[in-house]
């Protein structure tokens, strides 16, 4: 049983009655036996809670920064109305803090043998999944003066994906890619290792390119048109140690480098290539290997949505060794990790032989953009300090990326939000390259 604030009102107004009538003991005992009455009847006519009966629909996925919308059914299969204060219970992190858990708070009335819909909107404020707790009720009776509480367990799980915010970049990364493929007109085509058709020489066209025997069998010159091979592989293996964890702004590396995993994933595969995914620290934590070309941008997305950075250092022998196994053949592999020196020196550098012998390997990173605003510090004795440190912070990166560039490893090393478009471009200029 739970006292309301009416009856704690009540309560008190009886105390104030009881002092005024202390000298009249009949008046006293009449007056609490009126109050307690009053609570056992209203206590009594208050629906019970634990015959009530819930259902649940809605969302079961959405992308971080939308929202949600989870219906809750309520049936009162008593006898008596239900008048209720129901709590629909969630994580804080289900609501951004200007609305927090409030939202999930109801009031409702339900008359006997009938049923309410109620709709909790989430916004959830992490990725990952969020699963309901509970459901609390609260009946009070028909004058308020006591209630029954009870609660009843109603699973629902909302997966929050990643919001691929680089997904506005990708019309114009098509259209590029239609270029390279020779599906628009374009003043200089790329060149491929795929033959793709014939065509009459026109002045500027490379002389390499001229077929001598469809020439002689023709009264024009011809010259054979190439495009980009299809059908590579492609692995994104995303580094989820240590380093993935440090805050950009206000995000996590990791979050940055999921952006630009996905982007180049749908990228790839509208370019025909196969696409799978590792993620790894000191174990696997994620793979995505061997969809089909419709089933790879679903599939990432669920896989990365429930990924986290993990507090230890990224073992590289094992993420080499991981990665050498998932890409038998010739294959693409991007490296999603960072460009600290120890790390780089003492982790990578020893086992990228194994890696660039038999394939292509491409490293991104995040780099922090406070770094570039500390290198313009000026006015003050501080502020030159913090520019001698943002300058020496650089230089360091840019020796690391250049030990890479000279072990055969092409580097992409950008802020957040350039990134995923710059490891795209990256993706196309190699494709255009014929180094697929």
């Known amino acids: 049983m739970a006292l309301t604030g009416r009856t ?6 009886g105390a104030l009655l009881t002092g005024l009538l202390a000298p009249h003991r009949t008046g006293f005992l009449a007056l609490n036996s009126l109050l307690a009455l009053a609570i056992l009847c209203d206590l009594a006519l208050a629906a019970p809670v634990r015959s009530l009966r819930f259902t649940r629909s809605g969302d079961t996925s959405v992308r971080l920064g939308e929202v949600a919308h989870v219906q809750l059914v309520l049936e009162n299969p008593s006898s008596r109305p239900l008048r209720a204060h129901l709590r629909d219970a969630w994580p804080p992190s289900s609501w951004p803090a200007p609305t927090g858990p409030a939202a999930s708070r109801h009031r409702l009335t339900v008359p006997p043998g009938e049923r309410r819909r109620l709709t909790t909107a989430l916004r959830p404020t992490r990725r990952g999944d969020r699963r309901s707790e509970r459901v609390t ?11 029954r509480q009870g609660h009843h367990n109603v699973p629902w799980t909302v997966r ?9 970049h990708l019309p114009a990364k098509l259209a590029r890619l239609r270029e390279l493929d020779g599906r628009t007109s374009v003043l200089t085509r790329g060149e491929g290792t795929e033959f793709d058709s014939l065509r009459e020489y026109v002045p500027g066209d490379d002389t390499r390119s001229i077929d001598w025997r469809a020439t ?15 059908d590579r592989r492609i692995l994104l293996v ?7 964890a440090g805050r950009v702004g206000d995000a996590p590396r990791l979050d940055a480098s999921m952006d630009a995993a996905l982007l180049l994933a749908a990228l790839a595969t509208r370019a025909g ?6 993620a790894y620290d000191r174990r696997l934590r994620a793979s995505v290997q061997g969809r089909a070309a419709g089933d790879v941008l679903p599939a990432l997305v669920n896989a990365l949505a429930t990924l986290e950075p993990e507090l230890v250092e990224t073992d590289a022998r094992g993420l080499a060794a991981t990665a050498l196994r998932s890409a038998p053949r010739q294959s693409l592999i991007v490296l999603l990790t960072g460009l600290d020196a120890a790390a780089v020196e003492e982790g990578l550098l020893p086992v990228l032989p194994g890696l660039t012998h038999r394939h292509t390997v491409l490293l991104a990173s995040v780099a922090d953009p406070r770094v570039e605003e500390m290198t313009r510090s000026r006015g003050t004795l501080d502020s030159v300090y913090e520019a001698a440190a943002g300058a020496r912070a650089q230089a360091e990166r840019l020796r690391t990326a250049d030990r890479l560039r000279r072990h055969g490893v092409t580097v992409v090393d950008e802020t957040p939000g350039d990134l995923a478009p710059a490891l795209a471009d990256t993706y196309l200029s190699l494709k255009a390259a014929g180094r697929l």
Do not use: Y
């Not at 009720?137 to 209630?147: D, E, N």
């Not at 002689?216 to 980009?228: D, M, Y």
């Open 160 to 168: 929050v994906l990643p919001p691929f915010t680089s997904r506005k």
């Open 273 to 278: 290539d196969r696409v799978d995914l590792l």
């Open 216 to 230: 002689a069998r023709q009264s024009a010159v011809a010259v054979r048109t190439w495009r980009p091979e299809r």
């Open 137 to 147: 009720v609260r009946s009070h009776g028909p004058l308020g003066l006591a209630a």
């Open 8 to 13: 704690a009102l009540i309560a008190a107004l």
């Open 238 to 244: 995303l580094d989820t140690g240590r380093t993935s």
